[in-house]
T-cell receptor, first 115, second 109 residues
Framework: EPEVTQTPSHQVTQMGQEVILRCVPI?????FYWYRQILGQKVEFLVS????????KSEIFDDQFSVERPDGSNFTLKIRSTKLEDSAMYFC?????????????FGPGTRLTVL | QKEVEQNSGPLSVPEGAIASLNCTYS??????FFWYRQYSGKSPELIMS????GDKEDGRFTAQLNKASQYVSLLIRDSQPSDSATYLC?????????FGKGTTLSVSS
């Protein structure tokens, strides 16, 4: 069964460093998403992406964050200058069609630890 | 502020019993709702989606939606110890999913 994959599974970085989290969405899906979950808290929406541009972003997704689809399979989240509070699980998700009547499938996540 | 509210639990049921999980949401514009299961340290796994008022059944799971009351529920019949997890309710808001904090279910054998 097709699934969303993410690399790395765990990333440790120093505060102020840039990190890139990578995702390979399900191959026939057209919408891609990033969510994060701080330990013990709810899953929070960051950004949605369709047709090579951002569809929607949350207040969390400030200028430190960017997304890109560098090729036909990968979808990346870049955090330019990490802060301690960026430590969280980051989940990539994808869906086949418009979110209102479809299902989003999540990848296994990347645990980001900022020291 | 669009919100999804869930009782955090824990909800404890014996093996074979029915577990009932509930969720309310604030955005009357939400059309679609989803139940995800999340094991500790893992990612959300989709269990059920529901788009219209009424019940939707899939195996041991039944989702119920009442848009007038802004209420979503999930029933798990014949609960198994492997069902022990946190259940996340999510509502669609544009392209985003808005998640509740989740209800922790514990099924004892």
């Amino acid at each position: 069964e097709p699934e969303v994959t993410q690399t790395p599974s765990h990333q440790v970085t120093q505060m102020g460093q840039e990190v890139i989290l990578r995702c390979v969405p399900i191959s026939n899906h057209l919408y891609f998403y990033w969510y994060r979950q701080i330990l013990g808290q709810k899953v929070e929406f960051l950004v949605s992406f369709y047709n090579n541009e951002i569809s929607e972003k949350s207040e969390i997704f400030d200028d430190q964050f960017s997304v890109e689809r560098p090729d036909g399979s990968n979808f990346t989240l870049k955090i330019r200058s990490t802060k301690l509070e960026d430590s969280a699980m980051y989940f990539c998700a994808s869906s086949e069609v418009l979110p209102a009547y479809n299902e989003q499938f999540f990848g296994p996540g990347t645990r980001l630890t900022v020291l | 502020q669009k919100e999804v509210e869930q009782n955090s639990g824990p909800l404890s049921v014996p093996e074979g019993a029915i577990a009932s999980l509930n969720c309310t949401y604030s955005d009357r514009g939400s059309q679609s709702f989803f139940w995800y299961r999340q094991y500790s340290g893992k990612s959300p796994e989709l269990i059920m989606s529901i788009y219209s008022n009424g019940d939707k059944e899939d195996g041991r799971f039944t989702a119920q939606l009442n848009k007038a009351s802004q209420y979503v529920s999930l029933l798990i019949r014949d609960s198994q110890p492997s069902d022990s997890a946190t259940y996340l309710c999510a509502g669609e808001a544009g392209t985003a999913l808005i998640f509740g904090k989740g209800t922790t279910l514990s099924v004892s054998s």
